[in-house]
């Protein structure tokens, strides 16, 4: 008989860490840090979910819940599974449970709920399917760290790429970690301004990357020239397992061989070098056969194409459907 537990208070902590400690799904967004990170952001929070047996977890889930500010905030209400759920013993029935409770608990607060899988969830998708979540194919660049160098690394990448990480260096740019939270307003602004002027989709406010600044589980990288900060990435990471470029970017045409948005990524690769992290995921390339602006950039990186996918539940039919078409108008608005 499997015990289904939807209040925090009733999850010990030693189990949980215990869980996500060797499991082969564990990321840094099914841990207790992602959980208090995600609750001390304004109009966000994050619910935990898990399934017991006999005392023991079999199953665990951290689901975000999301929405915009003001009266799209009605529109865009979202449960969203960053990872996917652990899953201790490969139990499939602790699965179907987990999905089930988290379905049950959230069918009427949020539009749909949508897993981001940064693992390989194949041998599991019976489990979604009965439980009437639709997997959608999607892809993601990873690049495996495990015994390599730098060095090794680059001689991966595309030429091109190779070659504009070298000169970057060679006019004296530098990777740097944030050391405070000014230098994190000063990346924080370039990011803004690429979201404002050219991906035109929702960006965190501030706070949101104050907080992974101050979290045990983030990082922040610069890109510095000059003294001057001109790119840089936001990180998550988990100890052993992997790092995750969450956000990054750089000065656009900022000099004509420094290629700061390059640096970057690059920063976030040592990183995972140094700390022995076995991966650096990319974080998404789009949807197979359809136009995606960073597949070929990302893919420059010398790391392999997977297509993990994701699995959604709609809640809500009518305004997912007109949520999408929101947000598509929104991307064709110019600013």
Request: glycine share 6%; aromatic share 14%; charged share 25%.
């Amino acid at each position: 008989m499997y015990n289904c537990i939807s209040d925090i208070s009733q999850i010990s902590s030693e189990k949980w860490l215990a869980a996500i400690k060797n499991d082969q799904f564990t990321t840094p967004f099914q841990s207790p840090e992602f959980f208090s990170f995600f609750n001390s952001i304004p109009l966000q929070s994050a619910k935990v979910f898990a399934i017991e047996k006999e005392n023991n977890l079999k199953a665990l889930c951290i689901v975000t819940i999301q929405k915009e500010k003001g009266i799209k905030g009605y529109f865009s209400r979202r449960a969203i599974i960053y990872g996917g759920p652990v899953l201790i013993d490969n139990d499939i029935d602790a699965l179907k449970e987990l999905l089930k409770l988290i379905s049950d608990k959230l069918k009427h607060d949020v539009i749909y709920i949508e897993t981001r899988n940064f693992n390989d969830y194949s041998f599991f998708h019976s489990a979604f399917s009965d439980q009437k979540w639709n997997f959608v194919p999607y892809l993601n660049f990873q690049v495996d760290l495990q015994n390599k160098t730098l060095e090794e690394l680059l001689g991966k990448m595309k030429y091109n790429r190779k070659r504009e990480i070298r000169i970057s260096f060679e006019e004296g740019a530098k990777i740097d970690t944030a050391t405070s939270v000014t230098e994190v307003k000063e990346l924080y602004k370039i990011l803004k301004n690429l979201y404002d002027t050219r991906v035109k989709l929702p960006l965190p406010e501030l706070n949101y990357f104050e907080k992974l600044f101050q979290s045990t589980i983030g990082k922040v990288f610069l890109v510095k020239h000059n003294q001057n900060i001109i790119g840089g990435s936001f990180c998550f990471y988990y100890p052993g397992k992997a790092i995750y470029t969450l956000y990054y970017c750089g000065v656009r045409d900022y000099h004509k061989k420094i290629f700061p948005t390059h640096l970057a990524i690059v920063g976030a690769m040592e990183f995972g070098i140094k700390n022995n992290l076995k991966l650096l995921d990319l974080m998404g390339a789009g949807q197979p056969g359809q136009e995606y602006g960073v597949r070929n950039y990302k893919a420059e990186f010398g790391g392999a194409m997977v297509e993990h996918g994701r699995f959604i539940k709609i809640c809500n039919p009518a305004l997912y459907k007109l949520g999408k078409f929101g947000l598509s108008i929104l991307k064709k608005i110019k600013k």
